[in-house]
């Protein structure tokens, strides 16, 4: 049998249920793995070792008693640092929240994969208060990429994309403000999914910018990722934005393949300043789809623009209080950005506002002609740690905010995206964006699961 951190969760689960693995041999094995290779990975804050102990005996115990277990069933799972976890301060990265007293109740988010039956083993490293995409924490040290450990894991859900790429856990939950699932799951050569916002309840989560933030799962593959999506669904009256939808479950429709879809690949802005290894794995994934149109989204550099200043506004209204009371206790970067954002005019914000209902209603008409639109996830493949510029168009950029200048165009709006990982000619995985209209996460999960399973999406195994 295959040692448990290798197997998917649909396996673990499988044999867990079928009493072919204990849940217990499967958490032992976890925290064991973690143990040896997080001290390189820096992937986890927090681990709850009594607490997943215990859970996973109540499962053996519920099986052992007979009793029906859920499609997660001692599957281990780990989160962002910014989603409560009874019994544990919500850090968000920062080193001010750790003076915050420990959450009296888990997120909603880990309330519904428990009830699946999966098993939460611990929090993980992030970008202090996720207004990062390198992964580079000033408190807690940086996340280390597990297809090289001199490299970024990308953020700000950074432990996240590490601990399931280093097989620490086969699902993690991170957080996507303008691409912080999307830019991970590219460096780390992983899928991610954004779900469309206000899919998933937020609720019991610390935000950065409330109008943008979304939760949504990372996995090695397009069937865990449907499961926790399928066990996480559900309107919540705790977080106001989260939609009033019915359960649309996926896992059962990702065999349904792409015939019929009408797909094509974002031009002009999204190849513009994509690197090499962008720019081939994005005309593979459109060649294994046929992708026979190219669709040109309006305006995506001016939506960039907007969705910064909205993000600074709002992040730095968040933060005011503890800019004057705890600017020191900042990481520099962070901090500076904020005040920045504090200065910003609200005129400034009034029009990207505006100019964001326009663009909405300009890419939404694009739905009408095609039901996906193919978009590289990343410019580049994971950079160094310490790294601070990279190239664009010929011109040398500051790294930080240009990493997500592809995926900040459309988490702007809202719309679901997969991203799915490429690994050509033996080089470092990079991701691919499967974006679909408000609400379709199964068509992009159909998509993204075809891939998997013609061998274009590649989820690399790490070295030893």
């Known amino acids: 049998m295959t040692e448990a951190n290798a197997l998917t969760a649909a ?26 290779r997080d001290p390189v990975l820096n992937s986890f804050t927090a681990v709850t070792a009594e607490r997943a102990l215990a859970r996973a005996a109540a499962i053996d115990a519920a099986r052992e008693a007979g009793q029906s277990l859920g499609p997660l069933a001692g599957v281990p799972f780990a989160v962002k640092n910014l989603i409560d976890i009874a019994g544990l301060p919500t850090v968000a990265g920062s080193r001010i929240n750790r003076d915050h007293p420990p959450a009296t109740a888990d997120a909603t988010l880990v309330t519904r994969l428990e009830r699946a039956g999966a098993i939460l083993v611990g929090a993980l490293n992030m970008g202090e208060y996720a207004y990062d995409f390198t992964g580079e924490n000033a408190h807690d040290g940086a996340a280390h990429n597990p297809h090289d450990p001199t490299r970024m894991t990308g953020g700000s859900s950074s432990g996240s994309g590490g601990a399931v790429a280093g097989l620490l856990v086969p699902i993690a939950l991170g957080s996507d403000t303008n691409g912080s699932i999307r830019v991970p799951a590219s460096f780390c050569g992983i899928f ?5 916002y206000g899919r998933l309840s937020r609720a019991g989560s610390f935000p950065f910018v409330a109008s943008l933030d979304h939760l949504g799962p990372l996995a090695r593959s397009v069937a865990d990722l449907a499961l926790a999506y399928d066990a996480m669904q559900g309107t919540d009256p705790f977080d106001p934005v989260c939609a009033d939808r019915p359960i649309e479950p996926v896992a059962e429709g990702l065999d349904a393949g792409v015939a019929g879809l009408r797909i094509a690949t974002a031009t002009g802005y999204f190849r513009a300043g994509a690197g090499p290894e962008a720019l081939a794995a994005l005309d593979h994934v459109a060649a294994a789809l046929g992708a026979g149109t190219e669709v040109e989204l309006p305006e995506a550099a001016r939506a960039r623009a907007a969705a910064y200043v909205i993000s600074t506004a709002e992040g730095a209204t968040l933060h005011l209080a503890r800019l004057r009371t705890h600017a020191a206790d900042f990481d520099p970067d ?28 300009a890419v939404l008409r694009l739905f009408d002609d095609v039901d996906v ?27 930080r905010p240009n990493i997500g200048i592809y995926t900040q165009p459309i988490s702007f709006i809202g719309l679901p995206v997969v991203a799915v990982p490429v690994v050509l000619g033996g080089a470092l995985p990079i991701g691919v964006q499967v974006i679909t209209a408000p609400w379709r996460e199964d068509v992009a999960l159909r998509v993204a699961h075809y891939l998997e399973q013609h061998g274009i999406a ?7």
Request: with cysteine.
């Open 373 to 399: 639109i193919l978009a590289p996830a990343t410019p580049c493949t994971a950079p160094l740690l310490g790294q601070k510029t990279l190239v664009l168009d010929g011109v040398e950029m500051p790294l």
């Open 458 to 464: 590649d989820v690399a195994r790490p070295p030893a």
């Open 11 to 36: 396996e673990i689960a499988h044999e867990v249920n079928a009493g072919s693995l204990t849940a217990v041999d499967v958490i032992e094995t976890t925290l064991a793995r973690i143990a040896d």
């Open 334 to 361: 962070v901090r500076d950005r904020l005040i920045a954002g504090a200065l910003v005019p609200a005129v400034f914000v009034q029009q990207a506002q505006k100019f964001r209902r326009w663009y909405r209603d």
């Open 192 to 196: 991610g999914l954004k779900p469309t």
